[in-house]
């Protein structure tokens, strides 16, 4: 039987949160970004790790479900709702310092600030990667403005789970043992023909403000493709779950889990170094994805070892730094000039991650600032039995 916490998961989230956020330090210096002289010159791969852990909670969820019990609307909107509790209050705070630090910054004048608020509201709803600019209107009107630019992550993850939870929901069997592994399949080889890249920069990047494919992003894709893999991930690990291992073969599957993350990081800081072509972006995924499987499956001989609350707590504050860097990112080059690239590095952690506590005490006191506000504007149903 599979845990309901695997340790190994949330361990490697704050890992893989980090190698993202190390990433984005190529905006100090972007010289260095041609050279590959930085942190992490394939970091926002690590992307992927959490596009996969997404489609394994997904399958969790689904799995948690009476067979038998049929989808309905409500248990639909209950799901989207549990989706938007999850994110939606720290990446508020998070979007509003941002706006105010990068319009602060800028010294534009009121009608681009205005401007620029309504545009950028699509990172709230979420609707960034719906396509807009597919549609018959200013391009710059409606994606040419950027607040947070990690935001095309929540996006995607929105956008795909509100697909694929009713399709998963309606016919479990056939989604995990078919639609899951097949549409991985087919997603990520359409990515490969029509962008080459999983993660970087070109003209067609995986947040691109200009060519949408089949009005979306590459990166919605991305996402789709990758929670399907996670799907499949849980699928596996399940069936083999309840078989017993050898003590040979437990020691083999750990050197498999930790060879496949480490290998996909190595992958992220070298591959620049040694010149490898973009196609093995696809090898070091695969990499992560087998890691993924062998955690979930609990046969490795150190499946307990991060078994333990701190590790649980480092998992569970992985989405802070995440929603956090980006301010810190764009605007310490503005505020500190001429600091060398290892100092503003250094602060560039150490403010994000002291910032990524301040928005996680924050976000149960918004929580109950925003319900007692709509309790001023919104009255509420009178109970019916009492009526």
């Known amino acids: 039987m599979m845990k309901k916490r695997n340790g190994a998961l949330y361990f490697w989230a704050f890992i893989f949160c980090m190698i993202f956020v190390l990433h984005y330090a190529y905006f100090f210096d972007p010289k260095k970004l041609e050279k590959g002289a930085f942190y992490f010159f394939r970091g926002e791969l690590a992307i992927d790790y959490f596009f996969v852990v997404i489609g394994v909670m997904l399958a969790k ?26 994110y939606l209050p720290a990446f508020a705070i ?10 602060k910054m800028t010294f534009i004048d009121v009608p681009t600030l205005i401007n620029n608020f309504f545009t950028a509201l699509l990172e709230l709803l979420p609707f960034r990667n719906v396509g807009f600019n597919a549609a018959p209107v200013d391009n710059l009107t409606f994606v040419g403005y950027r607040v947070m630019d990690q935001g095309w992550v929540i996006s995607a993850a929105f ?15 056939r989604f995990e ?17 029509k962008t080459k890249i999983l993660a970087g920069d070109n003209l067609l990047t995986l947040d691109a403000k200009i060519k949408p494919l089949f009005y979306s992003f590459p ?16 699928t596996v690990a ?8 050898s003590k040979a073969g437990s020691h083999l599957l750990s050197v498999v889990e930790i060879g496949g993350y480490l290998a996909a990081i190595w992958y992220m800081q070298f591959m620049f170094r040694f010149e490898l072509p973009e196609i093995f972006d696809y090898l070091a995924v695969s990499a992560m994805i ?30 802070y730094p995440f929603l956090t860097f980006m301010v810190f990112a764009k605007t310490l080059p503005y505020f500190l000039p001429g600091m060398g690239l290892k100092k503003l590095t250094l602060i560039y952690l150490g403010l994000t991650l002291v910032s ?32």
């Open 61 to 86: 969820t689904v799995d948690s479900i009476p067979g038998d019990r049929a989808l309905t609307w409500r248990e639909y909107g209950s799901f989207v709702k549990r989706i938007l509790r999850f």
């Open 94 to 103: 998070c979007w509003a310092v941002t706006f105010v630090a990068l319009n």
């Open 159 to 173: 956008i795909a789970l509100v697909l694929l939870y009713p399709l998963y929901r309606r016919g479990r069997k």
């Open 177 to 193: 043992y078919y639609i899951a592994p097949v549409g991985a399949v087919l997603l990520l080889c359409f990515l490969f023909f």
């Open 219 to 234: 990166g919605t894709y991305k996402g789709i493709a990758e929670i399907l893999a996670g799907v499949t991930c849980f």
């Open 238 to 245: 399940r069936h083999f779950s309840g078989r017993s291992v």
């Open 290 to 319: 087998l890691g993924v499987t062998v955690s979930l499956s609990g046969k490795s001989s150190i499946a307990k070892l991060f078994d333990h609350k701190p590790v649980y707590f480092l998992g569970r504050f992985s989405l």
């Open 356 to 387: 990524a506590v301040v928005v996680m005490l924050l976000e149960k006191p918004f929580v109950r600032l925003v319900k007692s506000l709509k309790k001023l504007f919104i009255k509420p149903q009178p109970d019916k039995e009492a009526a």
